[in-house]
């Protein structure tokens, strides 16, 4: 039976200076595998690396925007061979639409949708020519599939990344390139838990069917099964984590 043990493989997280990207990095570290960390804030990545190593976790850390090409494009070849990539990194504006700037717009969808494709496409193309197999892990969201207002292009961006995690999926499969998803459903993070015991949070989480926020921990078995080759026949596969949510009546 296969395991989700990733001894021997080298998997790049993108966003993981903080956050989902942080956890999913020490995640994949535990089950054996050496790790990439990407980010813009060097700092925290550096921090974390430290971390990483006393739990005798092999982690470098590189500088990435993916708001850049030419930052992907050099990140990527910093990286070296890959077995795994895991596209985390994410951004929100939280504005009505009808007061959503351009910038803001572009800010969201060049970072959640553009720049996972772009860091997709970079390692795809050095898997190919390398004749090598991969794993990409898309972190979509729940809001993919359903919506809340005042957060158009988060909606839009994931909802996005879910259909390009399937097209790629078709096309690479031939490569032996995996391309999945998950979409979480609302996570308690360093950034958000203060919300979650306010009025406005407690209302939302009334909304789940299991009445509570997921923790951090309780994504791991979906990125581990698609990550690994315990999940080598999943393709194409968008991975709902979110007690419920998305099948809570209307």
Same mark, same amino acid.
């Given at each position: 039976? *296969?395991?989700?043990? &990733?001894s021997g493989k080298t998997a790049l997280v993108t966003g993981a200076s903080s956050g989902l990207g942080a956890h999913f990095a020490r995640c994949l570290g535990a089950a054996g595998a050496s790790v990439v960390l990407a980010a813009r804030r060097a700092n925290r990545l550096q921090s974390l690396q430290a971390e990483l190593a006393k739990d005798g976790i092999a982690a470098r850390a590189i500088d990435l925007d993916v708001q850049s090409a030419d930052s992907i494009h050099t990140a990527l070849d910093a %990286? =070296?061979?890959l077995d795994i990539v895991v596209n985390n990194a994410g951004i929100s504006i939280v504005k /009505?639409? &009808?007061?959503? /700037?351009e910038e803001d717009w572009d800010a969201v969808v060049d970072t959640n949708l553009? =720049? %996972? @494709?772009?860091v997709a496409q970079g390692a795809a193309r050095r898997w190919v020519a390398e004749k090598r197999p991969g794993s990409i892990v898309n972190i979509a969201s729940i809001l993919g599939l359903r919506t809340i207002g005042q957060v158009a292009p988060y909606n839009a961006s994931k909802a996005g990344l879910i259909?390009?995690?399937r097209a790629l999926a078709m096309e690479w499969a031939r490569y032996q390139i995996r391309v999945n998803a998950i979409c979480p459903g609302y996570i308690e993070t360093e950034m958000n838990s203060a919300f @979650? *015991?306010?009025p406005s949070g407690r209302k939302l989480i009334e909304r789940i069917p299991q009445r509570r926020i997921g923790k951090p921990e309780e994504l791991d078995g979906a990125l581990l099964l698609l990550?690994?080759?315990?999940?080598?026949f999943m393709t194409g596969s968008v991975v709902t984590v979110d007690g419920g949510h998305t099948v809570s009546s209307l």
């Open positions: 039976m *296969k395991t989700f043990d &990733l %990286a =070296g061979p /009505p639409a &009808l007061e959503m /700037p553009r =720049g %996972a @494709w772009l259909h390009l995690t @979650w *015991k306010t990550a690994s080759d315990a999940g080598a």
